[in-house]
């Protein structure tokens, strides 16, 4: 059975960076894309960041400048560094990954911005 197991979330200031980390684990033939997004209670799932197998990534307008999306094929995780954070990131952070051809996702991370 495929896991997916997310971390780094937490409390921080604005203006300042946390890093999150998704990693699979299981039964892993191969890992397509990756994708971070992120939901607020009554909101709707908005994509932040993707990243292809080959390396390839896109940002939501939001985010660009400021977010980085990374993976390591090798340790089947991805990553999320998040920079000059801002109240509006506060969201619970979630990661998807296309793994055999199935997408799996986290259970979720919590970001607060605040002061």
């Known amino acids: 059975q495929v896991q997916l197991v997310e971390s780094g979330g937490g409390l921080v200031q604005p203006g300042g960076s946390l890093r999150l980390s998704c990693a699979a684990s299981?039964?892993?033939?191969?890992?397509?894309?990756m994708v971070w997004y992120r939901q607020a209670p009554g909101k709707e799932r908005e994509l932040v960041a993707g990243?292809?197998?080959?390396?390839?990534?896109n940002y939501a307008d939001s985010v660009k400048g400021r977010f980085a999306i990374s993976r390591d094929n090798a340790k089947n995780a991805v990553y999320l560094q998040m920079n000059n954070l801002k109240p509006e990131d506060t969201d619970v952070y979630y990661c998807?990954?296309?793994?055999?051809?199935?997408?799996?996702w986290g259970q979720g991370t919590l970001v607060t911005v605040s002061s």
């Open positions: 990243i292809t197998r080959s390396g390839s990534t």
């Open positions: 998807r990954m296309t793994i055999n051809a199935f997408e799996r």
């Open positions: 299981g039964s892993i033939f191969s890992i397509d894309a």
